[in-house]
């Protein structure tokens, strides 16, 4: 995961994020604040999933964006 990819856009992903994972509260987008390791976490915290399977989703998301 491309932690600059994710923190230079940060401003844009914020509202795809939501989009695409809308367990995702506005609380947690401000404490993620760009951080791919954040990010996975909270993933993994709202659906349940593994570390490496919320991993491999939100690489599929940066690659798609």
Excluded: C
């Excluded at 995961?1 to 987008?29: F, S």
């Excluded at 996975?40 to 798609?64: H, M, P």
């Amino acid at each position: 995961m491309n932690e600059d990819i994710i923190k230079g856009q940060w401003h844009q992903l914020k509202g795809q994020l939501q989009k695409q994972w809308g367990k995702l509260t506005d609380d947690d987008i401000d404490i993620i604040k760009g951080s791919s390791t954040e990010l996975e976490g909270k993933i993994q915290e709202r659906y349940g999933i593994t570390r490496e399977e919320a991993k491999a989703e939100l690489k599929k998301f940066v690659d798609s964006v």
